[in-house]
């Protein structure tokens, strides 16, 4: 069984910084492409940054510059540092995952639980 826990939301004045992290546990064999996505209220979910295990990264047109996706390979876990943040970027967001648990197995998304990031004076 595998699992994404998220963790580092809360809420943060205009203009401030938050760092979250998420961490993949359990049986798992690789871990593919890592990413976040953020669903505000009465919005679809919508994609926030991919990163490939080749190191190659995708950002939403509205975050380009102000947030970077990384990931710890060691640890199974990715960090999405969102710096000079807007009340627009208020959601939940949620970690996903596409991971193998075993040698030969094809890749299965998974999904954290989603952490509450609020942005508001």
């Known amino acids: 069984q595998v699992q994404l826990v998220e963790s580092g939301g809360g809420s943060v004045q205009p203009g401030g910084s938050l760092r979250l992290s998420c961490a993949a546990s359990?049986?798992?064999?690789?871990?593919?492409?890592m990413a976040w996505y953020r669903q505000a209220p009465g919005k679809s979910r919508e994609l926030v940054a991919r990163?490939?295990?080749?190191?190659?990264?995708n950002y939403a047109d509205s975050v380009k510059g102000r947030f970077t996706i990384s990931r710890d390979n060691d640890k199974n876990t990715v960090y999405l540092q969102m710096n000079s943040l807007k009340p627009e970027d208020t959601a939940v967001y949620y970690c996903?995952?596409?991971?193998?648990?075993?040698?030969?197995?094809?890749?299965?998304?998974?999904w954290g639980q989603g952490t509450q990031v609020t942005v508001s004076t």
């Open positions: 359990g049986s798992i064999f690789s871990i593919n492409t």
């Open positions: 990163l490939s295990n080749g190191g190659s990264t």
């Open positions: 996903n995952a596409d991971i193998r648990v075993a040698y030969g197995s094809r890749g299965h998304n998974y």
